[in-house]
């Protein structure tokens, strides 16, 4: 006898993550001042990048896991909602490891404190997990890792994670910059963001994806050796070729969907979405359509590929209307000052130099929104990765977290995304 199955998606009994940054809003909210011990960047004393109008923001970050069931029917039986049958899927917590990405210290933003606090709901009982910093390998990107000492089999998990950062906008000088050498090697930490060239975006990245990548930039720079120019030319020159080679089209982002029918876009206090739209670079380099964190992703490896350090620094827009908007892809690129000794990195909106008209033939001009950016403080970081660059998992779509056990985990799941960033203001010495 066959069973038929159907699986019901919807969100009461599907596995839900909730990302959702908030804090409490001060009536009388306003910029830092920047009198305030956290309103200072401790990054070395930078003669070419300035920051200004210091933000603070208390992350919030919730993740929502609850267990997939499925709609089944006997043999035989005619398939209405009286002979409807449901099966419901758990998952062990024994050996279950759920992590969540923290950002430190960056081109325009640091961490005022190293504190990061979870708390955590297993079906309705609230536990006080043990967590540990992890870093992944190669970058030492930083996540929280929360591991289960529960030995049970459960339905929903709820996991909050609270983590705290300052954000500044920034005044480049270009001029001084643009005489800056390539460094004869770079430092250690910094290497780590030359690979890969091409970063899992949680899919199987092909073997030549490198490859892919070396021959997109061979042609853009005519075979000649990309380090022939200097640093902060040979960069502004790739960023405008990958802006003239990618068509941006589609939504960066998906509503909550699984059934083929959206799902309410509009929740209290935040956006409810199911991941964001992104493709490995090569899969973007070979067909040069796709959503705006596609420019960012193809950027990054392309620099990667030049011998430039960069990242991805996935960013939460509050003042964006449109909800499928709202995550912000910016690229980095470490710079070396060989008289101070000290590396810094350089923020590219590369998405907003696109609806600015920038191309490649003006890499000699001074852009906004290269280096210099006066809405950064708006912009509050999450990840350098869409998808963690570990054996990790999540479903769907690329949402930020990741999972996995040494047990099967649900195979059906829906995921959701809500991200309600608010401004978290810190006041100076009082005046007597």
């Not at 870093?135 to 890792?145: F, M, N, P, V």
Request: hydrophobic content about 40%; charged content about 25%.
């Amino acid at each position: 006898m066959i069973h038929i199955t159907k699986l019901v998606r919807t969100l009461s009994i599907q596995l839900l993550l909730l990302i959702a940054l908030s804090t409490l809003l001060s009536p009388n909210a306003q910029a830092q001042v920047a009198s305030h011990p956290e309103a200072k960047s401790p990054m070395p004393e930078n003669p070419y990048l300035k920051h200004t109008d210091p933000w603070r923001w208390d992350v919030r970050s919730q993740i929502f896991l609850r267990a997939s069931r499925q709609i089944y029917y006997e043999p035989g039986q005619q398939i209405n909602g009286e002979s409807e049958r449901q099966r419901t899927r758990q998952w062990p917590m024994q050996d279950l490891e759920v992590i969540f990405p923290v950002l430190r210290t960056g081109g325009f933003y640091w961490s005022p404190n190293e504190e990061t606090t979870v708390s955590i709901r297993v079906d309705d009982v609230k536990l006080e997990p043990e967590t540990k910093r992890m870093y992944t390998k190669g970058t030492r990107a930083e996540y929280t890792l929360w591991r289960s000492d529960v030995k049970d089999y459960i339905n929903a998990i709820h996991l909050i994670h609270d983590s705290h950062i300052v954000v500044a906008d920034t005044i480049f000088d270009h001029k001084k910059a643009q005489h800056l050498p390539w460094p004869d090697k770079w430092d250690a930490p910094t290497t780590a963001f030359l690979t890969p060239i091409v970063d899992s975006v949680g899919e199987e990245v092909a073997g030549d994806a490198s490859d892919t990548i070396k021959i997109l930039l061979d042609f853009w720079v005519d075979d000649k050796d990309p380090k022939g120019i200097s640093e902060l030319d040979l960069v502004k020159f790739l960023t405008g070729k990958v802006i003239e080679h990618l068509q941006v089209r589609g939504p960066p982002a998906e509503f909550s969907t699984r059934s083929g029918n959206r799902l309410s876009p509009v929740f209290t206090g935040g956006t409810i979405w199911s991941g964001f739209v992104v493709r490995p670079a090569d899969v973007v380099a070979r067909e040069p359509n796709g959503t705006k964190h596609d420019l960012a992703t193809l950027l990054t490896a392309v620099l990667r590929s030049a011998g430039v350090p960069a990242r991805t620094v996935l960013c939460v827009d509050r003042t964006e209307n449109d909800v499928l908007e709202k995550m912000v892809s910016m690229v980095e690129f470490a710079m070396y000052d060989p008289e101070r000794d000290f590396t810094f990195w350089v923020p590219i909106d590369v998405d907003k130099l696109r609806l600015t008209g920038k191309r490649a033939a003006q890499y000699k001009q001074w852009w906004n929104y290269f280096g210099t950016h006066d809405e950064l403080n708006d912009y509050v970081p999450v990840a350098y990765y869409f998808h963690p660059p570990a054996s990790y998992r999540a479903y769907d779509l690329p949402a930020l977290y990741g999972l996995r056990s040494s047990s099967p985990l649900p195979e059906y799941i829906i995921q959701a995304v809500l991200i309600d960033p608010q401004m978290s203001p810190i006041s100076g010495p009082k005046k007597k």
